[in-house]
Nanobody, 122 residues
Framework: QVQLVESGGGLVQAGGSLRLSCAAS????????MAWFRQAPGKEREFVAA????????YYADSVKGRFIISRDNAKNTVDLQMVSLKPEDTAVYYC???????????????WGQGTQVTVSS
């Protein structure tokens, strides 16, 4: 069982930056693939980024490549999402997710956090 708690959301102007963090419980955190998804009002939840257990492999949605960076600290059981050059279309609830299997854009991970709101004003 893995429990995930996100933090770091908020309101920021376009072009600004935010750093999201996800704290995970569980002694086997290092064996899980971690990911961030987001859901904008009226839209389906979409994949943002994922990172394999070792931290060596990362994957990003085309819409965030070059602006977002996912990282993890297995000693602290945390995964972060550094977001820069934010755009109004990045406005969404951001969810942390975990699964023992690889996570791709079409995946539906087994474990989810409750989400944190990111609002980017124009």
């Amino acid at each position: 069982q893995v429990q995930l708690v996100e933090s770091g959301g908020g309101l920021v102007q376009a072009g600004g930056s935010l750093r999201l963090s996800c704290a995970a419980s569980g002694r086997t955190f290092s064996s899980y693939t971690m990911a961030w998804f987001r859901q904008a009002p009226g839209k389906e939840r979409e994949f943002v980024a994922a990172i394999r257990w070792s931290g060596d492999d990362t994957y990003y949605a085309d819409s965030v490549k070059g602006r977002f960076i996912i990282s993890r600290d297995n000693a602290k059981n945390t995964v972060d999402l550094q977001m820069v050059s934010l755009k109004p279309e990045d406005t969404a609830v951001y969810y942390c997710a975990a699964d023992r299997l690889p996570i791709y854009s079409s995946s539906r991970p087994r474990y989810w956090g409750q989400g944190t709101q990111v609002t980017v004003s124009s």
